[in-house]
């Protein structure tokens, strides 16, 4: 083995080195950004005044402050923006609901309406 091939090795592992800790990365601010939303439709949750507001009508408000304590799960991750509108998928109890979220900022959101299935 020559000098050349230890350069080449040394080379490429640091590239793939790098390119390693950039998926690493890439994919904790994705479950980081998507803990923020999930806290932001928690948040939701314990204001039962707000739920009144956002609720699409009032059998999702009633089971939603019925429901309050519960927690809040994903199923799947079903996640959809259209119009600068993101929904999220999330289930409480053995309900499905759709929380339609508006991003703020870049780690903020802000939910805007919640409909039951």
Do not use: H, P
């Not at 590239?15 to 800790?21: S, Y």
């Not at 119009?83 to 805007?112: A, G, H, P, Q």
Request: glycine content about 2%; hydrophobic content about 45%.
């Amino acid at each position: 083995m020559n000098l050349s091939n230890v350069v080449f090795t040394e080379l490429y592992g640091g590239i793939l080195l790098i390119l390693i800790t950039g998926i690493i990365a890439v994919l904790f601010v994705n479950d980081f950004i998507r803990k923020r939303m999930v806290l932001e439709c928690r948040k939701v949750l314990r204001n039962k005044e707000r739920i009144f507001k956002i609720a699409v009508d009032n059998e999702t408000a009633n089971y939603l402050i019925n429901n309050s304590n519960q927690e809040l799960y994903r199923v799947d991750e079903n996640i959809s923006k259209k119009n600068n509108v993101i929904r999220y998928k999330l289930c409480l109890k053995k309900k499905s609901f759709d929380f339609y979220l508006k991003k703020e900022n870049l780690w903020n959101y802000k939910v805007i309406a919640i409909k039951m299935y």
